[in-house]
């Protein structure tokens, strides 16, 4: 599959691209994906993946990530961890991110943050720089 979706890529990059955002359907994240910077670092993030023919990486990395143990003790991080998860996320939900936080011990915090989709990160990045200033004055 991802071969296929490399091949039509390099053809008809910018259609593809669009069509892979079709999960990201949450109204937070179909704004988020009309802004044209957004789109424009998507599409050039994409082909300069694929542009290298790195779809070996690609399916490397997906079956590391969710077909196999991480290869370390999550909860021995012991170091102050915040997620910021979007409720409306069709595809990590906020359930998922309260687990990984309970996993990881009382250092770590979820900010389920109401209106936000998969995407949140466009919006809420000030949140996440104010959290880790707040570290690095601590």
Avoid at 57 to 80: H, M, Q, S, T, Y
Wanted: proline share 5%; glycine share 6%.
């Amino acid at each position: 599959m991802v071969r296929v979706k490399a091949s039509a890529l390099r053809r008809r990059p910018l259609n593809v691209l669009r069509k892979s955002f079709a999960p990201y359907n949450a109204k937070a994240d179909v704004a988020v994906l009309k802004r044209p910077e957004v789109e424009r670092m998507f599409l050039e993030s994409t082909l300069e993946l694929y542009g290298r023919f790195q779809e070996d990486a690609v399916i490397r990395e997906k079956l590391l990530f969710a077909a196999r143990p991480w290869g370390f003790n999550i909860a021995a991080c012991g170091l102050p961890v915040a997620i910021w998860q979007g409720a409306q996320d069709r595809g990590c939900t906020a359930a998922m991110a309260t687990y990984l936080s309970e996993q990881m011990g009382p250092k770590a915090r979820v900010h389920v943050v109401p209106e936000q989709g998969h995407l949140l990160y466009f919006d809420v990045w000030h949140e996440v720089v104010d959290w880790l200033n707040g570290l690095a004055r601590t």
